[in-house]
């Protein structure tokens, strides 16, 4: 669906994987007629449906993890270690989730040796360069450093709620400029990646070293006035490490995704390839509820 002439030129970046997950653990077991699991991909799309239809936008994608191997674990073995498996009842619908989504007709992307957020930091830049404001929605607050002006990041909290998140409010929560967010991450760490950070170091130590020195090169430059002293020889041994944290906790903006910015697709949630995928999963309120939105997205094209 092409976008409505005149509407502010903005585009929607969706963590889709971060929704599947959330969806998964909020939403009760629901079966399609052969039996397979589909309650993720049904909170999923309810999710997704409700995005577009309360934030108007030119441009859309929809993003996807491709596997747990990336670049990072080349880096870092133990990057995401301590995460397990996905559940089994939730292996199929991440294939069937991407279905749904492309038969929408908007622009869906996975690659492979990077993660989500990759692509998302990609499509970020490029339509930045452009002009464009972006809104990028997202579980994972690793995504805050790509905030920026015209840049907003919408944390989700719960199935269609958001807390949304400008460099502003950025600065007001943590003390310091979004740019020095990774900094501050691979000193305190992410026991969610699996990245210990500074060994003894948590979220107020961390957040006082960025606010009084700055980024890690500028707090190495001015390690000698650094108290008290077992922070200081902390730093000093494990110098190498934290720069390390710091790249794993980095997006990666040169992802080698096409997106044609010309075309502006937005998608047609009223289309009869999704009409048919949904009804296949024996979806029925949400397939009448899609097609009001296809019908108000077309009404208003």
């Not at 002009?131 to 002006?149: E, F, S």
């Not at 910015?261 to 029925?284: D, H, I, Q, W, Y």
Request: with cysteine.
């Amino acid at each position: 669906m092409r976008y409505k002439q005149g509407m502010a030129d903005r585009i929607l970046l969706i963590d889709s994987t971060g929704l599947i997950f959330r969806a998964y653990w909020t939403i009760k077991p629901l079966s399609a007629p052969d039996g397979t699991p589909v309650h993720a991909v049904f909170g999923m799309l309810r999710i997704m449906m409700k995005v577009f239809k309360d934030r108007p936008a030119t441009a859309s994608a929809m993003i996807f993890d491709a596997g747990m191997d990336t670049f990072r674990r080349e880096m870092y073995a133990d990057y995401k270690a301590n995460r397990p498996p996905p559940p089994d009842d939730l292996r199929p619908q991440f294939g069937l989730s991407i279905e749904a989504c492309r038969c929408t007709g908007a622009p869906v992307f996975a690659e492979k040796g990077f993660e989500a957020d990759d692509i998302i930091a990609t499509l970020r830049d490029r339509a930045v360069e452009r002009g464009m404001a972006v809104t990028i929605i997202t579980g994972d607050r690793d995504i805050l450093q790509l905030l920026a002006p015209n840049v907003e990041v919408l944390i989700m909290k719960g199935a269609g709620e958001f807390d949304p998140y400008t460099p502003e409010r950025f600065l007001e929560e943590y003390g310091f400029p979004v740019d020095r967010f990774v900094d501050y991450k691979a000193l305190m760490g992410d026991t969610s990646d699996n990245i210990p950070g500074l060994p003894g170091v948590g979220p107020k130590t961390a957040q006082k070293l960025i606010q009084t020195y700055g980024k890690l090169e500028h707090i190495y430059a001015n390690l000698e006035f650094v108290k008290p002293d077992k922070l200081r020889g902390l730093l000093k041994e494990n110098q190498e490490k934290v720069f390390m944290y710091r790249e794993l906790c980095t997006l990666h903006h040169t992802v080698p995704v096409e997106y044609d910015f010309s075309s502006r697709v937005m998608p047609n949630f009223g289309s009869e390839e999704l009409a048919a995928k949904l009804s296949g999963m024996g979806f029925t309120r949400i397939g009448e509820d899609a097609k009001k939105l296809g019908d108000l997205q077309a009404a208003s094209s």
